[in-house]
C-alpha cells in the first residue's frame, strides 16, 4: 500500500524535515500502516494505535538515536518500527525470522534496550541518562512507560533513584486507563482524578483569558495556580520524587504534544510527562473494545473480529478457569490472585462470580505471591495464576516466603514452555529448572486438559506449594471430566509397552512421543510429575528397558532429564539416557508448532533423535509410501 509520506520516511531523520503541519498526515499514515498488518498478521494493536501521535513527537523532537528512547512493555511500538526504516517488514510482524512484536536492540539501533515485560522502562532510561552524564555526551533518555506499568514496584524504585540525580531523564507516563486487563490500585484511581478535573482546567483558561487583560493579575494568578496545582492535578506524587511534572495534556493532540516537549528539552533535571491517550485511538471497533483488540489475530479491518464457525477445542487456560469457579464452589476458603492478567489468565468468570475472593494485584508479581503467602498464614488457599515467564520475577518471594514456611500456594503457571509469536520474552521454557531445585515445592505436568484439571484438584489438595504447569492454547482435545477428582499425588503412568527403549514424557509432548513410539515400537510412560519423581516407576522401567529418552518443552539443563538423571545416580544405576527438550539458547518469535519441530520435539523429531542414538537397539525403519515408489 502506498502512503505518500510514509514513502519519504525511512529514518526520523527524514521525519523531522516534513514541516510541522504536514504532521498529522503522518499519523494517519502510521495508524493505517499499523491497522493494516497487524490485521494480516496478528499482534497487539489497541496500544499500539494509542501511541501512533506520542511516537511522531518524540521522534519530532529527540534526535534519535542519539536520543534513547526505551518503550516500556514494548508491545506498543510498532509505530517506532514504522518510523525507523522497517516499514517494509511489517508483513513480517512476530513471524519466523521477521520482525519482533517487541523492541529488540538486535534489530535496530532505534531500539536501545529489550523491554517486553513491564515496568523496567524507568530504570534503564536512568542508567542511559547518568552513562551519558560520566561520559559527557549530553544525550537525552526517554522511558515510556504506561498507566499499568506504574503499579509495578520496580517503576517506583526507579523513580526513588532517579529524584536525586541531575540527568537528562524524561519519563513520559502514557495514561490510558487501561494495561491489559482493565487497573486497579489506589495509584489508577489517584491518576483517575484528573478525568474529574476537567472543571478545573476550563476554569484555569478561562480565568487566564480573562486575566490577560491585566497583567499584573494575570501574574498573582500564575504564581497561585503554581502553589496550588499539586492539590488538582496529580503532581504531588511525582513532584516529591524529585521530578518537574508536567501536564497532563492530550496524548493525541500533536500541536500541544510537540511544543511541550520542545520545552521540556530544554530544562535540567529528571522530568515528567503526564500524557493521556485512548487505546485504539482512530479504529472504533478497538476504541470500543480494547481488549478484544489487545492481541488479536488475522482479521478484516471493515468487518472486525468475527467469532469462528466452528467451536474452536478449549484451552488450557479455559480448563483452568472453570476448575478455578468450580474448586471456589465446593471450598469457601479459595481465593484467586492475579498480577493484572485477568483475560490472559482465564480468571474473568470467577471474577463475576466471586468478587470479594478475586484479587488482581496490578503489574506486581512479587507482591502477589508474598501477598497469597500472607493469606495461606491464615488459613485461606490461595491460587496464584500467573504465566511462567512472569513468575520468575517473582523468584526470591517464592523461595523466601512461600517455599520456607511451607505454605500450601498453588501456582497455576499458564504459557509453560514456548509461547510463539511473542518470542523469548514471554516463552516459559525455564520453569521446570528453577522451582525443582527449591524445597517444599512440588511441580505437576499435565499432558492433556483432562489431566489439567485433575492435577490442579491433586495440587489444591496438598498442605506445601504446589505449581501446575500448562501450554498456551489447546491440547489435543482430551474432554475434561465434570468432577473434581485428583490424579495420585507424585504418580506417572505407562501409555505403551515397547521393548528396550523407554520414552519418559513430561507434559503435552506425551502425544508426540506416542506417536513416534508407534514407528518406533518403544515404551512410553507419561511422568506427570517433575517433582517428586515417580522414582518407583522410574526404577521399574529402568530394570526392564536397556535405554531411557525424556522428553520435555522446557530447558534441558536442569530440567526433568536432569531430574531422571539424578534419581539413576542416586540409585547407581547406568543407563544410557537420551534427554530431548529445549536447548540452551534463547528461541525467537513464530509459530509454536515449527518452532517444537525446528528443536526436534515433534513426533518426527522425537523419533529421528531416537533412532540415531539407540540405532542398534531398535528395528529398522518402515519405508516411507515415497520410498517404495
Same mark, same amino acid.
Given at each position: ?6 514513502? /519519504? ?11 510541522r503541519?504536514q504532521?498529522?498526515?503522518? #499519523? ?6 499499523v491497522?493494516q498488518?497487524?490485521s494480516?498478521t ?6 499500539n494505535l494509542? /501511541?501512533?501521535e506520542?511516537?511522531?513527537a518524540?521522534?519530532?523532537v529527540?534526535n534519535t ?9 514494548g508491545?506498543?511500538?510498532?509505530? @517506532?518500527?514504522i518510523?525507523t526504516g522497517?516499514?517494509d517488514?511489517m508483513? %513480517?510482524l512476530?513471524?519466523l525470522g ?8 538486535a534489530e535496530?539501533?532505534?531500539?536501545t534496550?529489550?523491554?517486553a515485560?513491564?515496568? %523496567? ?7 542511559m ?5 560520566q561520559k559527557?555526551?549530553?544525550r ?10 506504574? /503499579? ?10 532517579a ?27 489517584y ?10 482546567a #476550563?476554569?484555569?483558561? &478561562?480565568g ?13 494568578a500564575r ?9 488538582v492535578?496529580?503532581?504531588?506524587l ?10 497532563p ?11 511541550t ?5 530544554q ?8 500524557v493521556?491517550t ?21 482479521f ?6 468475527v @467469532? ?7 484451552t488450557? %487456560?479455559?480448563?483452568f ?5 468450580d474448586?471456589a ?13 485477568r ?30 503467602a500472607?493469606?495461606a ?5 490461595p ?8 513468575l ?5 518471594q517464592?523461595?523466601?516466603? &512461600?517455599?520456607?514456611?511451607?505454605l500450601p500456594v ?5 504459557r509453560?514452555?514456548l ?9 516459559g521454557?525455564?520453569?521446570i ?6 524445597p517444599?515445592?512440588s511441580?505437576a ?11 490442579l ?10 505449581? &501446575?504447569?500448562?501450554?498456551?492454547g ?5 474432554q475434561?471430566?465434570p ?5 495420585p ?9 515397547? #521393548?528396550?527403549?523407554a ?10 512421543a506416542?506417536?513416534a ?7 512410553? &510412560?507419561n511422568?506427570?510429575?517433575v ?14 528397558h536397556?535405554?531411557l529418552? /525424556? ?13 531422571v538423571?539424578?534419581?539413576l545416580q542416586a ?10 527438550g529445549?536447548?540452551?539458547t ?5 509459530d509454536p508448532?515449527?518452532?517444537l ?10 523419533? #529421528?533423535s531416537?533412532?540415531t ?7 529398522p ?5 515415497k520410498?517404495v515408489?
Amino acid at each position: 500500500m502506498s502512503y505518500p509520506l510514509l514513502d /519519504t520516511i525511512h529514518s526520523p531523520a527524514d521525519l523531522r524535515r516534513i514541516p510541522r503541519g504536514q504532521l498529522k498526515n503522518v #499519523a494517519d499514515e502510521v495508524r493505517d500502516c499499523v491497522l493494516q498488518n497487524v490485521s494480516r498478521t496478528g499482534g497487539h494493536l489497541s496500544s499500539n494505535l494509542g /501511541t501512533v501521535e506520542l511516537t511522531v513527537a518524540l521522534h519530532y523532537v529527540f534526535n534519535t538515536p542519539d536520543d534513547r528512547l526505551v518503550w516500556d512493555v514494548g508491545h506498543q511500538t510498532y509505530p @517506532h518500527k514504522i518510523l525507523t526504516g522497517r516499514r517494509d517488514r511489517m508483513p %513480517t510482524l512476530r513471524q519466523l525470522g521477521g520482525l519482533s512484536g517487541f523492541p529488540q536492540r538486535a534489530e535496530s539501533e532505534y531500539d536501545t534496550f529489550g523491554t517486553a515485560h513491564s515496568s %523496567t522502562s524507568i530504570s534503564a532510561a536512568l542508567g542511559m541518562a547518568l552513562a551519558s552524564r560520566q561520559k559527557g555526551e549530553g544525550r537525552h533518555a526517554v522511558a515510556i512507560i504506561g498507566d499499568g506499568a506504574m /503499579t509495578a514496584g520496580m517503576a517506583f524504585e526507579a523513580l526513588n533513584n532517579a529524584g536525586v540525580e541531575n540527568c537528562k531523564l524524561l519519563v513520559v507516563l502514557n495514561d490510558n486507563d487501561m494495561s491489559i486487563s482493565p487497573p486497579v490500585g489506589a495509584l489508577n484511581r489517584y491518576l483517575a482524578q484528573l478525568m474529574s478535573g476537567q472543571f478545573y482546567a #476550563a476554569a484555569k483558561n &478561562v480565568g487566564k483569558n480573562v486575566l490577560k487583560v491585566a497583567p499584573p493579575l494575570f501574574e498573582l494568578a500564575r504564581r497561585l495556580e503554581q502553589q496550588a496545582k499539586g492539590m488538582v492535578v496529580p503532581a504531588t506524587l511525582f513532584e516529591k520524587f524529585g521530578f518537574n511534572y508536567v501536564g497532563p495534556i492530550d496524548g493525541h493532540d500533536l500541536e500541544s504534544l510537540i511544543p511541550t516537549l520542545e520545552n521540556i528539552k530544554q530544562l535540567e533535571g529528571p522530568q515528567f510527562l503526564h500524557v493521556v491517550t485512548k487505546k485504539g485511538h482512530g479504529y472504533k471497533l478497538a476504541e470500543a473494545d480494547p481488549v478484544a483488540y489487545h492481541g488479536p489475530g488475522k482479521f478484516d479491518p471493515a468487518v472486525g473480529l468475527v @467469532h469462528p464457525a466452528t467451536q474452536p477445542k478449549q484451552t488450557f %487456560t479455559q480448563v483452568f478457569g472453570q476448575w478455578l469457579c468450580d474448586m471456589a464452589e465446593k471450598d469457601k476458603r479459595l481465593v484467586g490472585i492475579t498480577p493484572a492478567m485477568r483475560e490472559g489468565s482465564g480468571m474473568v468468570e470467577f471474577h463475576r462470580r466471586f468478587p470479594d475472593r478475586y484479587y488482581d494485584v496490578g503489574i506486581a508479581e512479587q507482591h502477589a505471591v508474598t501477598f497469597a503467602a500472607g493469606l495461606a498464614c491464615e488459613g485461606l488457599k490461595p491460587v496464584v495464576a500467573i504465566y511462567s515467564t512472569f513468575l520468575q520475577r517473582a523468584y526470591d518471594q517464592l523461595i523466601h516466603d &512461600v517455599a520456607i514456611q511451607k505454605l500450601p500456594v498453588v501456582f497455576a503457571l499458564d504459557r509453560a514452555g514456548l509461547v510463539g509469536a511473542d518470542g523469548a520474552t514471554h516463552a516459559g521454557n525455564y520453569d521446570i529448572a528453577y522451582l525443582r531445585t527449591v524445597p517444599n515445592v512440588s511441580v505437576a505436568c499435565p499432558a492433556d486438559e483432562r489431566e489439567c484439571r485433575q492435577l490442579l484438584t491433586t495440587a489444591y489438595e496438598q498442605d506445601h506449594p504446589v505449581a &501446575v504447569r500448562y501450554p498456551r492454547g489447546a491440547g489435543v482435545g482430551v474432554q475434561p471430566l465434570p468432577g473434581l477428582d485428583p490424579l495420585p499425588f507424585g504418580k506417572g503412568e505407562v501409555r505403551r509397552e515397547g #521393548a528396550r527403549v523407554a520414552i519418559l514424557a513430561f507434559g503435552s509432548l506425551l502425544y508426540p512421543a506416542l506417536e513416534a513410539a508407534e514407528r518406533l515400537g518403544v515404551t512410553v &510412560v507419561n511422568m506427570r510429575w517433575v517433582k517428586p519423581l515417580d522414582t518407583e516407576l522410574l526404577m521399574q522401567v529402568a530394570a526392564s528397558h536397556d535405554a531411557l529418552v /525424556t522428553v520435555e518443552e522446557g530447558a534441558i539443563m536442569g530440567g526433568a532429564g536432569s531430574a531422571v538423571g539424578e534419581a539413576l545416580q542416586a540409585a547407581g544405576i547406568v543407563k544410557p539416557l537420551l534427554q530431548l527438550g529445549l536447548p540452551d539458547t534463547f528461541i525467537e518469535h513464530g509459530d509454536p508448532v515449527k518452532l517444537l519441530a525446528m528443536q526436534g520435539l515433534d513426533a518426527k523429531g522425537i523419533e #529421528a533423535s531416537v533412532r540415531t542414538r539407540f540405532a542398534d537397539l531398535l528395528a529398522p525403519a518402515a519405508p516411507s509410501l515415497k520410498s517404495v515408489a
